[in-house]
């Protein structure tokens, strides 16, 4: 069951992103704007993805500005309190996953929906936990 947790913390982490795009798009937007500087100097040649343009920032911090270092410090602030409360999700519906999803094939989504379909049924833990999150 650990695995369908797992899933379970991935399915509400795309259902927040894409629910949060505005928001995620301006934290990316934050960084852009606080680096400016040092993506323009440092990182112009990388392709962005796959943490490319991070690794860049970090190859050169000894040379960050400190607005720079500011705005990848606050990111770094704001996803952790995403995967706090991704893992506060996992945590409070795993009982309810077991009893009530544990049929259902994990992926695209099917055990979030199933918690939906289930939501009469659900703990309030988990119940309180989504809403919590947003997902709910």
């Known amino acids: 069951m650990r695995a369908k947790t797992i899933v379970l913390v991935m399915a509400v982490s795309v259902f927040m992103l894409v629910s949060n795009a505005v928001?995620?798009?301006d934290l990316v937007e934050t960084v852009a704007k606080g680096?400016?500087?040092?993506?323009?100097?440092y990182c112009k040649d990388v392709t962005p993805g796959?943490?490319?343009?991070l690794a860049c920032l970090y190859a050169h911090s000894d040379k960050l500005s400190?607005?720079?270092e500011f705005a990848l410090y606050d990111?770094?602030?704001?996803?952790?309190r995403f995967v706090a409360?991704?893992?506060y999700v996992a945590n409070e519906c795993n009982d309810d996953l077991d009893k009530f999803c544990s049929g259902v094939v994990a992926g695209e989504?099917?055990?979030?929906?199933?918690?939906?379909?289930?939501s009469d049924k659900i703990s309030?833990?988990?119940?309180?936990?989504?809403?919590?999150?947003?997902?709910?």
């Open 23 to 25: 928001a995620a798009q």
């Open 35 to 41: 680096c400016e500087k040092e993506l323009t100097s």
């Open 124 to 136: 309030e833990r988990c119940t309180q936990a989504l809403k919590d999150v947003g997902a709910k």
């Open 109 to 118: 989504g099917r055990l979030l929906k199933c918690l939906d379909e289930n």
């Open 66 to 68: 400190g607005q720079c």
């Open 50 to 53: 796959e943490g490319r343009i």
């Open 75 to 80: 990111a770094a602030v704001q996803l952790e």
């Open 85 to 87: 409360a991704l893992a």
